[in-house]
């Protein structure tokens, strides 16, 4: 196996720690990043530490965060001084390795193999020591021989710590954490593992792996790789973009979405921006999958194959309306909804057509959503919209968010 130094750098509190970059008075108050309450987007997307200290979690409701700590700061989100920040230390990363691969905004990870900078150990401290006199944030960093122990080291000890996991001591230091720790065990699999009875990493490891094959399938047998310690996933070059494997849009209505019409404005919008999507990135979608969340915040997926592949909206919606009628018994209003395409294909591919398809009808579809597109481009979405969303529009179709940092779904890079 070959043998690497990885780092996982993990930028502290990172969006909380911009907003204190620009409000140093903040540091001394319980402070948070919220989306927005009236738009219903309201769940903590950062806290800082006092906030911390106090109970707030991510991702839970304003509110609940509110009723634990009375006295809490909510701030809204500058995404757009995120994104530079996180730009900015990308950049500072391309100067010890071209071997950087980002994790989300706050989150990256180095090849440092072989480096005449200094020792793994002595370029994750200077890395923050950097982001720490250049920038004005902090950030902790894991330094191990792969991916997965690397992203826990980064994780052990906060804010502004560095954590070494050695092939020598992954077992004293990782095997005691919990299962949920490891790299993509969600909610889900961790609910798996605790039927398992598996509680930690090292009870995972111990496991036989035909036993974990049988129940997890090839996920549970990738995690048992990653608790033994021999995942060996390269870091991808800085330079290199995935395919993509969906795309998505998702939104959360300013207000219950109360009937079946309300619904169906809401899946003609976020159709009309997933095809629009579809034809920029020159793709054809196989599948369609909607997300449906209700007033009581139960949710689910349900997805179909398309009866032929295609980047038309109004396919699109047509079979995204279909999945909800069979699926949705109207026991509560909706509160958010998401439709995705996946199984994509090049445009220039061979795609097989139905016996019902019209020729000339899709030509002239075609000459349709290419004139939208232009509009859209040049105008804004907005700009032109279907009979079906004009009305309640303003008030019901709140635009899908590709972040979506309410849970809904985003373009997959």
């Known amino acids: 196996m070959e043998s690497r130094d990885i780092l996982h750098v993990d930028q502290n509190c990172f969006f909380a720690s911009v907003e204190m970059r620009s ?8 402070m948070a990043v919220g989306g927005d309450s009236k738009q219903r987007h309201g769940i903590i997307l950062a806290k800082n ?50 071997k950087v691969e980002p994790f989300g905004l706050d989150e990256c990870w180095l090849d440092v193999t072989g480096s005449s900078m200094g020792t793994p150990r ?20 894991g330094v191990s021989f792969n991916k997965s122990f690397a992203k826990l080291g980064s ?9 070494e996991i050695t092939r020598e001591n992954f077992k004293t230091i990782v ?8 790299l993509y065990v969600g909610r889900a699999t961790s609910s798996a593992f605790t039927k398992m009875n598996v509680k930690t990493i090292g009870d995972l490891a111990a496991l036989n792996p035909d036993f974990v ?28 973009e995935r395919p993509l ?46 997300w449906v969340r209700d007033t009581n915040l139960q949710s689910y997926e349900k997805q179909r194959a ?13 079979l995204a309306m279909e999945l909800f009628d069979e699926s949705y018994d109207w026991h509560a209003p909706l509160r958010s909804f998401g439709v995705r395409t996946t199984h994509l294909t090049d445009e220039d591919d061979y795609h097989q057509m139905t016996l019902f398809e019209n020729v000339e009808k899709i030509q002239k579809d075609d000459k349709v959503n290419q004139a939208l597109d232009g509009l859209r481009s040049r105008y804004g979405y907005n700009i032109v919209m279907r009979g079906t969303q004009l009305e309640g529009y303003g008030d019901l179709c709140a635009e899908g968010r590709e972040d979506a940092p309410h849970g809904g779904f985003r373009e997959d890079l």
Not at 23 to 30: A, G, L, S, V
Not at 122 to 141: F, M, P, T, Y
Not at 175 to 182: F, I, Q, Y
Request: with cysteine.
């Open 23 to 30: 409000h140093p008075e903040w540091r001394n108050i319980p």
């Open 49 to 98: 530490p006092l906030a911390q200290k106090a109970g707030v979690k991510t991702a839970e409701a304003i509110w609940q965060a509110k009723q634990k700590c009375p006295d809490l700061l909510v701030v809204p989100a500058h995404f757009d001084q995120y994104v530079y920040y996180s730009d900015r230390i990308r950049e500072m990363f391309l100067q010890y390795t071209d």
């Open 122 to 141: 002595q370029i994750a401290d200077e890395i923050r020591d950097r982001v720490k006199n250049e920038l004005g944030l902090s950030c902790s960093v």
């Open 155 to 163: 994780d052990y000890k906060k804010p502004d710590a560095t954590t």
């Open 175 to 182: 095997w005691p954490l919990p299962v949920s720790d490891l």
């Open 213 to 240: 094959i049988s129940v997890l399938g090839k996920n549970g047998y990738a995690l048992w790789i990653s608790a033994n310690g021999l995942e060996n996933d390269p870091v991808s070059p800085a330079s290199y």
């Open 245 to 290: 494997k969906s795309v998505g849009n998702s939104t959360t209505t300013p207000r219950d979405m109360e009937n079946r019409s309300d619904v169906w404005k809401v899946v003609c919008t976020l159709s009309a921006q997933v095809a629009s999507r579809l034809r920029k990135h020159h793709f054809y979608a196989g599948t369609v999958t909607i």
């Open 306 to 318: 398309l009866p032929a592949e295609t980047n038309d909206e109004k396919e699109i919606a047509k």
